[in-house]
């Protein structure tokens, strides 16, 4: 009977907490909003931890003091991909004004949610496919960011008096998307070595950082000087090969991609082996989808998020990274912005305009 009462008492408390939330978030004039992520959750130092940044700086919060999570947003990890479209449809039956989920693995069960909620907004970060009224979405322009690091990294070795350096560039599996990546890099790093020897690898893998250390380890005991990973958890095979060579006493570099991989290369205080990476700043996304819901503008399709719109950038993180190297990359991306300079989407045109090598491993599907 105890058992009972404490039973009942505890869910009268939890419907009451809940009770009061949804009363709050009524009366409050900021959107509510539901983040959906995948099995690793929002420390996933990638695209779900920047959407969620996003999300608590949009209210004006932290995430260390998420002061309104449970009244305004929160989030929602599946442990695995059979509760997508559980999660979805429970997102959407709680009445909240904007779903968001990240990544292509969400693109099949929203495109099958999306229709049956056609009064739900959802928003979906990394995939431009969905063709659904309701549905935002956001892609970005890899290619200008990868400029960045690719810039970056050669100036680094041109600073480190190296006169012929070489570059790698690993990437998981031939896409389009991963083609922009490899071309912005390239064109990157030949705007400072016009004949610089790059060579690239495809993994046909996102899971297996074994295969990108081996390559790694390959391609630095022959003279290559930074290798840029495009890979997913395969790349984090390029950095662990960089700080054992870091670490040996070996002027080599790895980039990072899409988050800031800074902290993933240290291998001594504040030494890293990770150069910089290549920013893709989902942040700016969610806060982007939220102000549109506030304002009443919200409406299906494709938003390509740019250097201008706060959609890429490169990381200034590591000490390492030089003063003249940071300055000259800094007014190469004013010069990106501006139109001065254009960095090519696909392997076709920048074969055309003799920005790339022939040979490469990219794809433009």
Not at 103 to 132: H, R
Not at 207 to 214: D, F, I, M, N
Not at 315 to 338: C, M
């Amino acid at each position: 009977m105890k058992k009972t009462l404490v039973v009942l008492l505890v869910l009268a408390m939890a419907f009451s907490a809940f009770a009061q939330a949804q009363t709050e978030a009524k009366t409050s004039d900021k959107p509510t909003v539901r983040l959906l992520t995948d099995a690793t959750g929002i420390d996933d130092k990638s695209f779900n931890a920047a959407a969620w940044r996003g999300i608590v700086d949009f209210y004006g919060e932290t995430v260390a003091n998420p002061a309104s999570k449970g009244k305004l947003y929160d989030v929602v990890t599946a442990s695995s991909s059979d509760m997508y479209i559980p999660n979805l449809k429970n997102a959407a039956d709680a009445g909240y004004d904007l779903i968001v989920v990240t990544g292509f693995t969400w693109a099949d069960a929203l495109i099958e949610v999306a229709p049956q909620y056609p009064d739900q907004k959802f928003m979906i970060v990394d995939v431009n496919w969905c063709s659904q009224p309701n549905v935002l979405e956001y892609i970005y322009t890899e290619e200008q960011g990868s400029y960045l690091v690719g810039l970056a990294a050669a100036l680094q070795a041109k600073a480190d008096g190296i006169a012929n350096p070489k570059f790698g560039f690993i990437g998981g599996v031939p896409s389009s998307t991963i083609t922009k990546f490899e071309i912005g890099y390239i064109m990157g790093i030949k705007s400072v070595f016009p004949n610089a020897e790059i060579l690239d690898f495809y993994a046909n893998d996102w899971g297996k950082p074994e295969l990108a250390k081996a390559q790694a380890k390959n391609w630095y005991d022959n003279g290559v000087y930074c290798i840029f990973s495009a890979a997913g958890g395969t790349g984090n095979g390029t950095i662990a090969q960089a700080k054992e060579y870091r670490m040996a006493g070996k002027n080599v570099w790895a980039i990072g991609v899409d988050s800031d991989q800074y902290a993933d290369g240290i291998y001594d205080g504040t030494k890293s082996a990770v150069l910089t990476s290549m920013l893709k700043l989902v942040e700016n996304s969610t806060i982007d989808g939220l102000s549109k819901v506030a304002a009443g503008t919200f409406k299906g399709g494709v938003i390509e998020m740019s250097m201008e719109m706060g959609g890429v950038g490169y990381s200034k993180a590591n000490p390492e990274l030089k003063a003249e190297v940071i300055t000259a990359v800094d007014a190469a991306s004013a010069d990106v912005i501006s139109g001065k300079i254009t960095v090519y989407k696909t392997y076709k045109e920048a074969l055309a305009a003799g920005a790339a090598p022939a040979g490469l491993g990219a794809l433009d599907d």
